[in-house]
């Protein structure tokens, strides 16, 4: 087992400059996919990723994509994950993955260690849920999940896919040909935070993913009529956010049917904006998340009907749409085995986990085997401004990270 340790500061000060990439006019530490300041992200990844000795280029959908030869070549190991946040997001989330990442070419090189397979890092555009409905959008183009509907989806505000990809410099005809070929590549891996309290809660420093949450993304648009608010008797009106507001409640009671399931509405609009007016248009965005692909069938079934029933009783039109429709993904268990092993004979201690959470990996591991490691997160606190993670949480994780790279070098044809 190699006993390299990481460089603490180093990687502390790529966090930190990276973390100040951020929109100053957005709360917490907010760099959306689709901004300047995502860009300005990827592109300092980029740059640390040259620094690292990576030759480094930009696919047709925004990843970044970095690689070290190996020693044989013609077989690839690949790293992974994002620098996109949520709006209003913490400073770890993705981040830390794709420092880890990097940190790993670098002491690989610092010790003259040279792998038999290439190492292949990749800085995934926009994982975070878009205006548009999509998530992990970046793994999805590089596995060939996206065509010219994905394009075509649209924002509340009626803006296209297509329309805002070249605020990105991605052209639209490029994105839909950037699959990657993954015959070569043996496994894929990648560090995160673990976003949620159970590691932190059982006092173990690594946790070994074996699934990750499969995802349901809804929209639903409500069609009423626009009245006055005072004149307007009650029985009267076709009130479009009080068919969203029932559909919104459903989405809570649902979630809460079913065992380590999630139900959240994100999303809210109403049109017009005015507290005298009867709500015309109500547009709602949320989602489904559990470990059991029934289950999220089940509830996007019974949503559908809630939403109807919402509708129909108050004279409103309703359009449901199911943007996305991601089953619970296994990890695979080659790939986790190894991380246990690994994370045994480093001497931490580790916790089998579900991930709540989406990741890219989620997606790459239709294509390849894939695992995941995480690092605990400070009172399970992730997705806002107090998303924390000791440094010294991180490091174990790092080099985890790279012993499993290590071990899976030797093992993997």
């Given at each position: 087992m190699n006993t390299i340790t990481p460089e603490a500061d180093r990687f502390h000060s790529d966090l930190t400059e990276l973390a100040t990439l951020v929109d100053s006019d957005r709360p917490g530490w907010t760099r959306r996919a689709l901004s300047e300041v995502d860009v300005a992200g990827r592109q300092y990844a980029r740059s640390l990723m040259e620094q690292a000795g990576l030759t480094t280029r930009i696919d047709g959908a925004g990843n970044v994509i970095g690689v070290l030869p190996g020693r044989l070549g013609g077989r690839q190991i690949m790293l992974g994950s994002h620098t996109d946040t949520v709006d209003g997001g913490g400073r770890y989330d993705g981040i830390t993955g794709v420092l880890g990442a990097i940190e790993v070419v670098r002491l690989l090189r610092e010790n003259d260690i040279r792998l038999d397979h290439d190492l292949?890092?990749?800085?995934?555009?926009?994982?975070?849920?878009?205006?548009?409905?999509?998530?992990?959008?970046?793994?999805?183009?590089?596995?060939?999940?996206?065509?010219?509907?994905?394009?075509?989806?649209?924002?509340?505000?009626?803006?296209?896919?297509?329309?805002?990809?070249?605020?990105?410099?991605?052209?639209?005809?490029?994105?839909?040909?950037?699959?990657?070929?993954?015959?070569?590549?043996?496994?894929?891996?990648?560090?995160?935070?673990e976003q949620g309290p159970e590691l932190e809660r059982m006092d173990r420093q690594i946790g070994v993913v074996e699934t990750i949450t499969g995802i349901n993304h809804f929209r639903a648009l409500f069609t009423g009529r626009q009245d006055h608010a005072g004149t307007t008797p009650m029985d009267a009106r076709a009130d479009a956010g009080c068919a969203a507001a029932g559909t919104v409640l459903a989405v809570e009671a649902i979630a809460e049917s079913g065992a380590n399931t999630r139900g959240t509405s994100g999303q809210i609009a109403f049109t017009p904006e005015a507290v005298n007016v009867v709500t015309a248009r109500a547009a709602v965005e949320g989602e489904f998340r559990g470990p059991d692909g029934s289950w999220l069938q089940e509830a996007e079934r019974r949503l559908t009907a809630a939403a109807a029933q919402e509708a129909s009783r108050r004279g409103v039109h309703v359009e449901m749409e199911w943007t996305t429709d991601d089953a619970p993904v296994p990890l695979h268990e080659p790939i986790t085995a190894t991380i246990a092993e690994v994370t045994d004979e480093l001497g931490y201690s580790r916790a089998t986990m579900f991930s709540g959470a989406g990741h890219d990996a989620g997606i790459i591991a239709a294509k390849t085997q894939a695992g995941m490691i995480f690092v605990p997160s400070h009172d399970g606190r992730s997705h806002c401004p107090e998303e924390f993670t000791e440094l010294t949480d991180i490091l174990p994780g790092i080099s985890v990270l790279l012993n499993t790279v290590l071990r899976l070098d030797s093992s993997l044809g």
């Open positions: 292949v890092v990749v800085v995934f555009f926009n994982e975070e849920p878009n205006d548009f409905g999509f998530f992990c959008v970046g793994s999805r183009a590089m596995t060939g999940l996206v065509d010219r509907s994905t394009l075509a989806a649209t924002d509340i505000h009626g803006r296209t896919l297509a329309q805002a990809l070249p605020e990105s410099d991605i052209d639209p005809e490029e994105f839909l040909r950037a699959q990657y070929d993954f015959s070569t590549v043996s496994a894929y891996l990648e560090l995160h935070i």
